[in-house]
């Protein structure tokens, strides 16, 4: 039913001038013009494309002759094409040959003068107000014209004599002829349908994307063709544009479907990429629906806070032009898309259509891209990837969203076609990264861990604890080194992103910890050290007496009698209960200032890392 309404719609749109305008008297033929196979090519440099006919024909059948292969009777503009039109005639078929200038009635103003040379005939029909003078065929304009003999006779067509220059001749004797191609450019409506879009690899910036394209024009020969209404027709069997993806694209896929064979009974695909309609009218819908492999413009300094932008090109040769219709003169919109059908790791923000004229070959200024279509829409659709599980009331535009649009016409004008000219159809996606999934997956783990390396200044110095915190530092440290190089592997990346930054703050974080707990422990065990040296200083002496052998015994009798000395000497396992507290002569030091280190790090570390969280985010988010 949608179909049908689009079909409709187009055809509504299409024949009311919306497209090709309803002051144009001549219809496009549905054969492709000046194409290279059927005789068509250019000679010496010439912007303009022949066909040289090696038969003879009347004048008024070499004209109807041309006009059925999409061109009309070669015409001279200049002195540069006259010689180019001499030289097709010497060289080329070395005959004479009839060119699109004939004698046609002119209407003036009634004149009683005129030139002594002046027949009698002619100044009688300038008297009446008529004359008879030579024009062009297609739109009798003045020609430009280099007669043989300076003056021409009284014969109503224009031939070129080979070797001399024009001629006038009889209508209805024999020449060959040159056609030239119309100069005028096949228009074919255009809409685009965006149907899905899947995950962009960050590995090798490829966008997986599903696009229906939608052409239509008119053939006049084909009316009646068919009965009242449409009837499909298989793509191949009329003629559809000469299309080619741009270089963005890096692979097409078409669509397929499973179908049982009636004889057989086997399962085979069938391709339904390719549709064609036929109405009553001579209106021919075509539908072309592609999977595309699209390469992205992708822009990963701000990863995951970053927006991209995937361009997909389709260029139409031989003449045709793609001709759109902006959504706020149509309510069939140049570009849509399925907003309910987005299945990536970005949101769709946007989408451009844009269609230029382009130059194989840039000879001159002139041969330049330049568009002559462009609307760019944004999107709204945050509802619509609920819609499949919610039955919301704002859903309904979800499966063709337009958005709000704004278009431009005529940016350029157009220099019509030739046979370096082509028209290139260029619809834009603007993405934008859905950043709670890297919230949920990146920075709250991380995060986390570094939250946690910072139980390490409240640790203590016991040998228990200093083995804790070495390994809660070290586990932290690996956990980051490894989750980013194993979530985020770019290998094409050769600048820094955002999220390099974030894992970089957070290790550093990390390192400071586990730096930290290395030195306050350094500055500990000195402080040990030192003390227990100290402590060994000022234990008591133990005075042990000497024998006296060097005095007389008989002196010892003398003598007051030596003060009662015991010395115990406590061996290992001897001794029950703790020894004695020694005296405290100093102030540990190393061991307060360790202390104060862990002290200060407990606010230092997630002040500054609270810091670098504050301008990470300012300046990648906001």
């Known amino acids: 039913m949608k179909l049908l309404l689009s079909l409709q719609g187009l055809l509504g749109f299409f024949l009311c001038g919306t497209v090709l305008g309803s002051g144009n008297n ?56 006259f010689n180019i039109l001499m030289r097709l005639a010497d060289d080329e078929l070395d005959k004479d040959v009839w060119i699109g200038i004939r004698k046609v009635e002119v209407v003036t103003e009634g004149s009683d003068g005129g030139g002594e040379q002046e027949s009698s005939d002619r100044r009688r029909r300038k008297r009446e107000g008529t004359t008879f003078e030579f024009r062009y065929c297609d739109d009798n304009t003045e020609p430009y014209l280099s007669w043989k003999d300076g003056d021409p006779g009284d014969r109503n067509c224009v031939r070129i004599k080979k070797g001399d220059g024009y001629e006038d001749r009889d209508c209805t004797s024999n020449e060959r002829s040159i056609c030239e191609c119309v100069g005028k450019w096949f228009d074919v409506a255009t809409g685009v349908y965006i149907k899905r879009v899947d995950w ?27 009965p009242s209404g449409w009837m499909p027709l298989p793509a191949t069997l009329l003629w559809s544009p000469a299309l080619m993806f741009g270089n963005k694209v890096r692979r097409t896929e078409g669509i397929t479907k499973p179908r049982v064979h009636p004889s057989t009974g086997a399962v085979e695909e069938l391709d339904v990429s390719l549709k064609m309609w036929l109405h009553s009218s001579g209106f021919i819908f075509f539908q072309m629906t592609k999977v595309l492999k699209v390469r992205c413009n992708v822009d990963l300094h701000s990863y995951p806070f970053d927006d991209q ?47 230029t004229y382009s130059t194989f070959f840039a000879n001159d200024s002139n041969d330049v891209i330049c568009p002559y279509f462009r609307e760019a829409c944004t999107y709204d659709v945050e509802h619509c990837m609920l819609s499949a599980f919610l039955n919301c009331s704002t859903c309904g535009d979800c499966g063709h969203h337009v958005g709000n649009c704004s278009h431009h016409t005529d940016i350029c004008g157009d220099p019509g076609p030739t046979v370096n000219s082509f028209t290139t159809l260029t619809i834009k996606l603007s993405l934008s990264r859905r950043i709670w999934l890297y919230v949920f997956r990146t920075f709250v783990p991380t995060l986390m861990v570094v939250v946690l390396s910072w139980m390490s200044p409240w640790m203590g110095f016991q040998t228990a604890a200093v083995i804790g915190r070495v390994s809660l530092g070290a586990s932290a440290l690996l956990t980051i080194v490894m989750g980013a190089d194993l979530k985020h592997p770019m290998e094409f990346i050769s600048y820094t992103r955002a999220i390099d930054v974030w894992m970089a703050g957070c290790l550093m974080a990390v390192f400071c910890g586990l730096l930290e707990t290395a030195v306050a422990y350094y500055i500990h065990y000195t402080g040990l050290a ?93």
């Open 26 to 81: 001549t219809t496009p033929s549905a054969d492709q013009p000046c194409m290279a196979s059927d005789g068509w090519a250019s000679y010496y440099n010439s912007p303009s494309m022949y066909l040289l006919v090696d038969e003879d024909k009347r004048h008024a059948e070499a004209e109807q002759n041309c006009l059925s292969k999409g061109g009309h009777l070669a015409m001279a503009n200049d002195e540069a094409e």
């Open 200 to 226: 962009l690899s960050e590995e090798n910036a490829n966008l997986s994307m599903t696009v229906e394209y939608n052409l239509a024009w008119v053939d006049d020969r084909l009316t009646g063709a068919v």
């Open 530 to 622: 030192k003390e227990s040296w100290k402590r060994q200083l000022v234990q008591p002496k133990v005075s042990i007496p000497r024998a006296r052998f060097c005095r007389p015994y008989y002196l010892l009798q003398y003598l007051p009698p030596p003060p009662q000395r015991t010395v115990r000497f406590r061996l290992p396992g001897t001794q029950t209960g703790p020894p004695p507290p020694l005296p405290q002569l100093f102030s540990p030091r190393p061991a307060r200032l360790a202390r104060k280190i862990d002290r200060a790090t407990r606010i230092l570390i997630p002040g500054l890392f609270l810091v670098f969280c504050v301008v990470f985010w300012v300046h990648y988010f906001l």
């Open 309 to 355: 932008e995937c361009p997909v090109q389709l260029h139409a040769y031989n003449g045709v032009r793609f001709t759109l219709v902006s959504s706020a003169q149509s309510k069939i919109a140049p570009i849509s898309s399925d907003a309910s059908n987005v299945v990536s790791q970005f949101r769709l923000m946007g989408a451009t259509v844009e269609s």
